[in-house]
């Protein structure tokens, strides 16, 4: 009896998720369904032994798992080759007729998240799994459950997998962000959710898919691309409407210009558009390469440039003293990520692009690139702007500015100069110097204003000024102790991390871990001389002076003596792998994003056993790490043959050692 009504109640519930998800026309109200929905939990709770494993109450989240299981993919889940231009979509589509005679295309779009695999048995689901290696995915069934548009049941009981793609809608996103989160951009987000062992989390989220890939078409006597994709929506699967078989390059162009105008006003990212032969016989023809099929490739939208009004030409003073204007803009979305302040480098570049006041401009962002301006629109540029001009003392401290021969920045020398202070503060704090957390900018400027904090030497000796910082509107005693246990934390800092958080001219990350490497200590360091220090490789006759010249004066002696009186660590404690790795001596590329390290993290981990890092691919190249989003790195090293991990690999090869 009580079965009999889970049943029922179930089968209500699922056809109105139906109605409501795949075919966006809701059958229930709000209130109906949750009353279903509460009767069903309810029954659930006082017979836990009826609970059948594809109940719809799974969705709200109540499974929380304690690791993520491995999934062996049966077939490798592969990624797809990337075309930047008309050229190289004309490229791949000759390519493809050397192969296959008149080829017929389906377009799709490319929707910005990441995909998974999920396996259906007698019709229920069993498993969910992302993509990992291609070969190794991770078992997220209990996130997948959650997610709406992810059947339980399907219409027929039959075995299968489906792939597709999870990802966060643009509402979604922008109320998570409002809510308080600050992931870069929905496929973060999405990706972010997924990997929560809490379901409850990605419940929470609201998270969607797009089903794209039937992996065994011949199972069900499917012989074209087209036609897989219409049996999955027949099924229950969520397909995107806007897939389109083209029978022409010139028909795929259109559908391409098409989406690159109208991405806009699609309620979820894209980043290109998908190319895939229709015909699969077609396509078992041309095969695969090791990582990608040769019957389909990706078109990648170049950065997106959006158009925002430039309200005020504003500069800062870095710790050097250095003087930068920026723009405040309009905010706006670019790429997923909100928008207000964009580098303006130095006069030069604003005059070259004639950067206005008050101007219209187009803004780009590429990858984790900093915003930029591409251009001027000069046709909506209102004929009183002023052109710009460059200030000539610090908006700070009003000392005249100084511009270095053969430089194009200007710089403040006042050394008591409170932006440069301040500046140099947050610096000490950073991720890569003595990594204290807890500081952010607004919080420095208030200690610095009520005199807690002057110099670097200030930060051991805030102990002092615990009851008066814990009366200090938005801390609490939680908060203050919180502060005080990374600073302490932070006196056991290897050396290099202090030679970088001094602010140094031109001692940066790299430069401050030579020096710490070759002197070992900071006693020796201080004693180096010009000589000493440019016979080092890699040290330059700019940074030796630099250095000598920091440690001739007696104020900077002075700082670094009683820094040691405060028990802050001066010795270099990195411990340099010894041992032979499979990254000794060679040369890395980071291309894309990675998910679970930032450049940062890998470059560190890749220097700590014993590899370098480049900015970019040539022959000397011999890895090339792409995440996602990779482009050209990733397309040059591919051309050169160089050696290419996916972070899955990256990990694994870290996990060696
Ligand atoms: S087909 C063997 N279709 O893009 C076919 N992929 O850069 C595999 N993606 O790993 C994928 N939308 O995560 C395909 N309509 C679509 C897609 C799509 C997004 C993702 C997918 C894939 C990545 C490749």
Redesign the pocket.
């Known amino acids: 009896m009580i079965e009999k009504r889970m049943d029922e109640l179930i089968k209500i519930i699922n056809q109105a998720n139906i109605d409501y998800y795949v075919y966006d026309n809701p059958t229930l109200s709000d209130q109906e369904y949750d009353r279903y929905m509460e009767e069903l939990q309810r029954l659930e709770k006082e017979h836990p032994d009826k609970i059948r494993n594809d109940s719809p109450t799974s969705r709200v989240g109540a499974e929380v798992i304690s690791s993520f299981k491995k999934v062996v993919h049966e077939k490798p889940?592969?990624?797809?080759s990337?075309v930047f231009n008309e050229d190289e979509i004309i490229n791949f589509d000759e390519k493809v007729k050397k192969v296959v005679k008149n080829p017929k295309y389906v377009a799709?779009?490319?929707?910005?998240?990441?995909?998974v695999s999920l396996l259906y048995e007698k019709g229920k689901l069993v498993r969910a799994a992302t993509?990992g290696d291609g070969t190794t995915g991770e078992d997220i069934t209990h996130n997948a459950k959650t997610i709406k548009d992810i059947p339980l049941t399907i219409k027929k009981p039959i075995d299968i997998e489906v792939?597709?793609?999870i990802y966060m809608s643009k509402a979604s996103f922008n109320k998570l962000n409002e809510e308080g989160s600050n992931f870069a951009n929905p496929r973060n987000a999405a990706a972010g959710s997924v990997r929560q062992l809490d379901s409850k989390i990605a419940a929470k989220r609201n998270l969607s898919c797009?089903i794209?890939?039937l992996p065994n078409p011949e199972d069900y006597n499917i012989y074209t691309h087209n036609d897989a994709l219409k049996f999955m929506s027949e099924l229950g699967f969520v397909v995107?409407p806007n897939?389109k078989k083209v029978n022409d390059i010139k028909e795929l162009i259109d559908y391409i210009d098409y989406w690159t105008i109208n991405r806009p006003s699609l309620p979820y990212e894209?980043d290109g558009v998908?190319i895939?032969v229709n015909d699969l016989n077609d396509q078992e023809k041309l095969g695969f390469t090791a990582r990608?099929?040769k019957w389909?490739t990706?078109y990648k939208f170049p950065p997106e440039e959006v158009l925002t009004k430039v309200k005020k030409i504003v500069f800062t003073v870095g710790r050097t003293g250095q003087v930068t204007p920026s723009a405040d803009l309009e905010p706006v979305r670019v790429m997923g990520s909100l928008i207000a302040r964009a580098t303006l480098h130095n006069e030069d570049y604003v005059k070259e692009k004639d950067i206005r006041e008050g101007d219209i401009v187009s803004i780009k962002k590429a990858g984790d690139v900093i915003p930029e301006i591409v251009k001027v629109i000069f046709e909506r540029r209102d004929s009183e702007l002023k052109p710009f001009k460059m200030i000539d003392a610090c908006p700070m401290c009003g000392t005249n500015l100084v511009k270095k021969d053969g430089e194009s920045a200007y710089y403040c020398h006042n050394d008591k100069c409170p932006s440069r202070m301040q500046e140099a503060l947050v610096h000490f704090t950073s991720r890569n110097a003595m990594n204290i957390t807890g500081f952010g900018e607004a919080i420095i400027e208030d200690f610095y204003n009520r005199g807690y904090l002057k110099s670097v030497l200030d930060f051991y000796h805030l102990d002092n000024f615990k009851e008066e910082l814990m009366e200090l509107e938005g801390f609490g005693n939680k908060s203050i102790s919180n502060l005080l246990e990374e600073i302490e934390k932070s006196k056991n800092n290897s050396l290099e991390r202090l030679l970088f958080g001094l602010s140094i001219r031109h001692v940066g990350t790299k430069t401050a871990d030579i020096l710490g490497f070759n002197f070992k200590n900071i006693d020796s360091l201080m004693q180096a001389s010009f000589d000493d220090l440019s016979n080092i490789k890699d040290i330059g006759p700019i940074i030796a002076k630099s250095v000598v010249d920091y440690f001739s004066d007696d104020k900077n002696i002075k700082l670094i003596n009683s820094l040691k009186e405060e028990g802050v660590n001066t010795i270099y404690l990195k411990e340099v792998n010894k041992e032979e790795t499979i990254f000794t001596n060679k040369t890395f590329v980071l291309t894309g994003s990675l998910e679970r390290f930032t450049r940062d993290e890998a470059k560190e981990k890749i220097e700590e056993l014993g590899g370098n890092v480049s900015g970019s691919v040539s022959k000397k190249t011999d890895v090339v790490i792409a995440g996602?989003e990779a482009g050209s790195k990733l397309t040059k090293a591919e051309e050169l043959g160089i050696d290419i991990w996916n972070e899955e690999q990256f990990i694994n090869n870290l996990s060696k050692y």
């Not at 889940?77 to 797809?80: G, H, P, V, Y």
């Not at 779009?109 to 990441?114: A, S, Y």
């Open positions: 889940m592969l990624s797809l990337n799709e779009l490319k929707i910005d998240g990441l995909s993509r792939r597709g793609e797009f794209y890939h995107n897939n894209i998908v895939k990608s099929p389909a990706a996602s």
